[in-house]
């Protein structure tokens, strides 16, 4: 069975940091695209950060840029969200998203996501 777990959130002031983990199991970790997204309260999810499993290319949303990475350990499966300089309006439940397996334009169907962990940057 596929399994994330994330883990790393909590309370932070600003101008904090917070490495937020993601623990997967159950499928190939080092082929498939992964993702950070982030949902505050009474706004959409959206994009933070992502990881393509094919050639290991990352994209950032503008927000986040210059402050935080996203990274893999392939040894342990394990996704992490590195995030610096945080402000307030980083607060949010942040998921971790295991997405499609692809070579060249051929993509195999994948979806699964975390059950969130929060984070709050308030002082």
């Known amino acids: 069975q596929v399994h994330l777990v994330e883990s790393g959130g909590g309370l932070v002031q600003p101008g904090g940091s917070l490495r937020l983990s993601c623990v997967t199991s159950?499928?190939?970790?080092?082929?498939?695209?992964m993702s950070w997204y982030r949902q505050a309260p009474g706004k959409e999810r959206e994009l933070v950060a992502a990881?393509?499993?094919?050639?290991?290319?990352?994209h950032y949303d503008d927000s986040v840029q210059g402050r935080f990475t996203i990274s893999r350990d392939i040894a342990s499966s394990t996704l992490y969200l590195q995030m610096n300089n945080l402000t307030p309006e980083d607060t949010a439940v942040y998921y971790c998203?295991?997405?499609?397996?692809?070579?060249?334009?051929?993509?195999?169907?994948?979806?699964?996501w975390g059950l969130g962990t929060q984070v709050t940057v308030s002082s």
């Open positions: 998203n295991a997405d499609r397996e692809c070579r060249g334009s051929i993509c195999e169907y994948f979806d699964y």
């Open positions: 159950g499928f190939t970790f080092s082929t498939h695209d």
């Open positions: 990881s393509s499993g094919e050639d290991g290319r990352t």
